[in-house]
């Protein structure tokens, strides 16, 4: 069988039914069959076109050959020579059309009727490319699933919270990659005015640029050397809204990885700010262990520790609290065609009692009259206002001073919320 086939089905199988990013899998399995780099580089491509058009690819399975129950055995032989045959071309049409037949047949499949036959699922790979080709109810909850590549319950849950139209337009951009922006890092030394810059980024706002270039964002050298930070537009603004801060304290808490921390260092540092970061897990967030050595910030300091563990790394209340929690974090869904597949919608209630007891936590640090700041990178109505109204409820020392939901098809292209409270 082919190498880039064998490979691409399993890291598939393994990546949707552990629910994992599937770089994970393929990783160990590109060494385990002696993937070339070419061969690595095919796969991935296949890889990342089957989750590009997961929903497609499992109607497909469903409309040529109509199954009793969910197979994913079955719609990730027919996706793939789908995508192969349609889209990419990795593997040559009649090999794959084999392997096809050859992995059929392991289920008995009858080629000698018509709906099993090669020629109708050619006849799909070529001519149905379309939603209602398929004979799918347009303007239904799997109509724009398949459409946008959406899970049906993500397309519901968006819809409920916001306006119906809102909600499509949310979707529509998922379909699309963000657009992609960073900042001066103002801790290195200035940016030359070389063609890399100008060629490669427009300038948005005085040291915020929108990158323009064909190759991928992160091989550009400015990236990789660290001369420019990677952020939304949607940080420039909450950044714009926070406090003046001076001889004070201030802590940021990471329960995921984010680089926010970066543009939000820059604002306030100061030999006399003394600055606190914390993160769950110091390891995954490895730029923190080298960045106060390579910037020689001297009174920047980092911990570990879970938000019910505070007090052991924090000595005093601080002037200002920015909570960034564990989150469903659905901005990825953007830039990653496999995490909202592999998502586990069963976990967000976990994941809200976590966020709401981050905030909770955090809340005895905050001064009187201090800020504490709660931001997520998702849009769930139960990860952002919900979450803010239910705080409010059990901590009347704190008010509202603004929040903001970030939609995907706003002119700032994020996906964000933010929200700033104050210490009456």
Same mark, same amino acid.
């Given at each position: 069988m082919n190498k880039i086939y064998d490979v691409s089905s399993k890291v598939l199988k393994q990546s949707i039914t552990n629910c994992e990013d599937y770089f994970i899998s393929f990783q160990q399995l590109a060494k385990e069959n002696s993937l070339d780099e070419k061969e690595r580089r095919l796969a991935i491509i296949l890889i990342n076109s089957f989750f590009r058009n997961y929903y497609?690819?499992?109607?497909?399975?469903?409309?040529?050959?109509?199954?009793?129950?969910?197979?994913?055995?079955?719609?990730?032989?027919?996706?793939?020579?789908?995508?192969?045959?349609?889209?990419?071309?990795?593997?040559?049409?009649?090999?794959?059309?084999?392997?096809?037949?050859?992995?059929?047949?392991?289920?008995?499949?009858?080629?000698?009727?018509?709906?099993?036959? +090669?020629?109708?699922? /050619?006849? *799909?790979?070529?001519?149905?490319?379309?939603? %209602? =080709? $398929?004979?799918?109810?347009?303007?239904?909850?799997?109509?724009?699933?398949i459409k946008y590549n959406l899970p049906e319950w993500f397309y519901r849950m968006v819809v409920k919270h916001y306006d119906k139209d809102a909600g499509i337009k949310t979707c529509r951009e998922f379909a699309h990659l963000p657009r992609q922006f960073a900042s001066?890092?103002?801790?290195?030394?200035?940016?030359?005015?070389?063609?890399?810059?100008?060629?490669?980024?427009?300038?948005?706002?005085?040291?915020?640029?929108?990158?323009?270039?064909?190759?991928?964002?992160?091989?550009?050298? +400015?990236?990789?050397? /660290?001369? *420019?930070?990677?952020?939304?537009?949607?940080? %420039? =603004? $909450?950044?714009?809204?926070?406090?003046?801060?001076?001889?004070?304290?201030?802590?940021?808490?990471?329960?995921?990885?984010?680089?926010?921390?970066?543009?939000?260092?820059?604002?306030?540092?100061?030999?006399?700010?003394?600055?606190?970061?914390?993160?769950?897990?110091?390891?995954?967030?490895?730029?923190?262990?080298?960045?106060?050595?390579?910037?020689?910030?001297?009174?920047?300091?980092?911990?570990?520790?879970?938000?019910?563990?505070?007090?052991?790394v924090i000595s005093k209340k601080q002037d200002l609290f920015i909570v960034f929690p564990s989150s469903s974090e659905f901005e990825k869904g953007r830039v990653n065609p496999d995490y909202l597949i592999t998502f586990d919608s069963n976990k967000l209630d976990e994941l809200i009692k976590g966020e709401l007891a981050d905030l909770e936590n955090a809340a005895p640090f905050v001064e009187e009259k201090g800020t504490l700041v709660y931001c997520v990178r998702t849009l769930g109505k139960k990860e952002t206002t919900e979450i803010i109204a239910q705080f409010l409820e059990k901590h009347p020392e704190f008010e509202l001073v603004e929040d903001k939901q970030y939609l995907p098809y706003e002119e700032e292209n994020s996906l964000f919320y933010y929200a700033i409270l104050k210490r009456k």
């Open positions: 497609f690819c499992k109607e497909v399975t469903h409309f040529i050959v109509p199954l009793k129950e969910e197979n994913l055995d079955i719609v990730i032989i027919v996706g793939l020579y789908f995508c192969n045959n349609a889209l990419v071309k990795v593997i040559d049409e009649n090999e794959m059309e084999g392997i096809l037949k050859e992995e059929l047949l392991k289920f008995n499949f009858d080629f000698s009727k018509e709906e099993h036959s +090669l020629l109708a699922l /050619k006849g *799909v790979v070529r001519e149905k490319r379309k939603t %209602n =080709d $398929l004979k799918v109810r347009k303007g239904s909850p799997k109509y724009f699933s001066i890092n103002t801790f290195k030394a200035p940016v030359p005015n070389d063609e890399n810059l100008t060629k490669n980024f427009t300038q948005i706002s005085e040291g915020t640029y929108e990158y323009t270039g064909k190759a991928p964002f992160k091989r550009n050298e +400015l990236v990789k050397n /660290k001369n *420019v930070i990677n952020i939304q537009l949607a940080y %420039n =603004d $909450l950044l714009s809204k926070l406090p003046t801060l001076s001889h004070r304290n201030y802590a940021i808490y990471l329960g995921i990885k984010s680089y926010f921390y970066l543009p939000l260092i820059s604002k306030y540092y100061k030999d006399y700010n003394f600055t606190t970061i914390i993160t769950k897990h110091l390891k995954e967030n490895y730029e923190l262990l080298s960045i106060k050595r390579e910037y020689n910030l001297k009174s920047l300091y980092f911990s570990e520790a879970s938000s019910d563990g505070f007090a052991t």
